[in-house]
């Protein structure tokens, strides 16, 4: 599907790669199923393809199905990545390093809650959860606590 779908929109792997934020090889990768594309890259590919999201990457798609319709649709992209950096804080990761929603999946969810409960300013949480404050693994400001995880 993405293989057929990348000169059909007009660009290269390259450019594909460049505006992903990837190498092309990463990119090589999507169009052969080698790997599959990860949530966090599947709207921004989707959208250059002219394919929908949950077509093309499987973690997306569970993430979708699991949050949407809780949701009414209020899951975006930016969402999930505020939840993913308040996951990684409560569970002592690193901003940069990579959080595996699947073998986390209460945490994950704790995090999704709380991003969703937080007060809003145009549709956006106004609590920084994007890991560029202070950090705070106990129980501070914005980190999950372990009642929440349970």
Sequence with gaps: MITEAIPASGLN?????????????FISQFASGRRPVPWDKAAQLSALLGLSPE???AEYRRISNYFGGSTHGQVTAEI??????????????????????????DVF???????????????RPQ??????RPRSTA?????????EKK
């Design 13 to 25: 792997q390259a450019a594909l790669a460049e505006a992903l934020d990837v190498t092309p090889g």
């Design 127 to 132: 609590q920084d959860f994007t890991g560029t």
């Design 55 to 57: 077509d093309i990457s």
């Design 139 to 147: 129980g501070g400001r914005g980190a999950v606590s372990s009642r």
């Design 109 to 123: 969810a704790a995090a999704i809650n709380k991003i969703l409960a937080a007060p809003k300013s145009n549709g």
């Design 80 to 105: 999930v990545t505020a939840a993913v950096a308040l996951a990684k804080e409560s569970s002592g990761q690193k901003p940069k390093s990579r959080f595996d929603v699947e073998s986390s999946p």
